[in-house]
């Protein structure tokens, strides 16, 4: 055999080699883009895909639900427990709260105002409260977006145009009307106000665990869903909707 066939079989060999090598890194990261891909597939609840703290809005607001700042979450949590505590246990009254609290602090005022006079001090400094505008305006704006998007909601559901969603809302009322039949008002705004101080924070520190639950529970919801929708919904005569009628 020749040099130049010698040197031709070497350079066969290492394209293939190169060829090998080169298919077994394309399928190395064939593996690791699937197995990212299987590891973004996660379940999650409500289909999230990012963190729970950029779900409640991200700053202050979320570090407050998710405890990160524990004196204020602490303060708020404290204070609300405390007016649903006079207002419930005690049975005390809204407008004789307010009555009581703003007599106590004018007396306060007026007594150390007054008493400055024969002690010699300077009388204290009272700050003026005004309500900015540009706050309220930025309010009203963000209810006024809400409010027109449970307008269209309930639009929606009124036209008949999704079964899933009427029976979900109807659902939803329902169970808001047992919980109205057992707690006043006032019990379900401090219901919500501990939810929302304990569930988030829950749920971020043990979002491993619930989410596999999650998912085997939306599963069987979906199963039964199926079922009543092949015995029951399927059966429900549905007319032509949009439809015009010519004359």
Known sequence: MSDHEESMIEKISEKI?????????SDSSDSETETTTLKEKVFRIFGREKPVHKVLGGGK???????????VSGAILGGATAIWFLFEVME?????????????????????????????????KIPEVSIPEAPVKEIAAALRVEINRAFAVIRQIALGKDLKQFLSVVAGLWILSILGSCFNFLTLCYIGVVSL????FLYDKYEDK??????????????????????????????????????
Not at 17 to 25: L, N, Q, T, V
Not at 229 to 242: E, M, R, Y
């Open 17 to 25: 080699k190169g060829d090998d090598s080169s298919s077994s890194s």
């Open 210 to 247: 619930i989410d596999p639950l999650a998912e085997k529970a939306t599963i069987e919801i979906k199963k039964q869903y199926a079922v009543f929708d092949a015995k029951v919904l399927s059966k429900i005569p549905k007319g032509p909707l949009g439809k015009k009628k010519t004359h």
């Open 197 to 200: 101080f304990t569930v988030p």
């Open 92 to 124: 005390y009254y809204f407008l004789t709260l307010v009555s009581h609290a703003l007599i106590l602090s004018l007396a306060i005022m007026f007594l150390w105002s007054n008493a400055t006079t024969f002690i010699n001090k300077s009388p204290p």
């Open 61 to 71: 607001p979320a570090d407050v639900f998710l405890w990160k700042n524990k004196k």
